[in-house]
């Protein structure tokens, strides 16, 4: 028989948890509208990967499939409009016989931050100041790609 104890300390614990998930949302929503305005129109993805399931195996189809699915926290144009993300990126891993050697076959499938789940959401607003520092960088590299091609068309 469970306690009502118990019961009535996970209730109260749902409370909380559901009420601070409330702040997530505002945290990512703030970080959306900051980064809005930049008009950046460069997509980036930071790594390390929020989540990693490492290679799994699935018995329940034949052949046997062979997987890995990472969890990226990113920037990128996503309905209609440039905002945080998610990218769940899936590996396939398939013996190709006539190499004689492991094929991958990889799939992404892209979701706004705020659409995902709370676990994913938590661990994206944890990430939050390593992803600016990232973004940051990112954006130096591409400017500095576009000096690079400036500096090169001027040559000619």
């Known amino acids: 028989m469970v306690e009502t104890k118990s019961i ?16 997530l949302n505002r945290y990512i929503t703030a970080l959306n509208e ?5 008009n950046l129109g460069l997509e980036f993805w ?7 399931t490492g290679v799994r195996l699935d018995s329940s189809v034949s052949p046997l499939r062979k997987f890995s699915v990472a969890t990226f926290l990113g920037y990128c144009e ?3 409009k440039w905002q945080l993300a998610i990218k769940e ?6 013996w190709n016989a006539e190499y004689n050697e492991e094929d991958t076959v990889e799939e992404d499938d892209y979701t706004p931050l705020l659409k995902a789940s ?3 959401r938590l661990e994206a607003t944890e990430k939050f100041d390593e992803f600016l520092t990232g973004l940051i ?4 590299a591409q400017l500095a790609k576009i000096q690079r091609a400036e500096k090169a068309a001027k040559l000619k």
């Open 118 to 120: 709370r676990e994913i």
């Open 46 to 52: 930071y790594e390390p990967p929020l989540a990693y």
């Open 78 to 80: 996503l309905e209609d």
């Open 8 to 23: 009535a300390e996970l209730s109260d614990l749902a409370k909380q948890l559901n009420s601070q998930s409330n702040s």
């Open 89 to 94: 990126t899936t590996t396939d891993y398939q």
């Open 137 to 140: 960088a990112h954006t130096k």
């Open 34 to 38: 900051q980064l809005a305005p930049l």
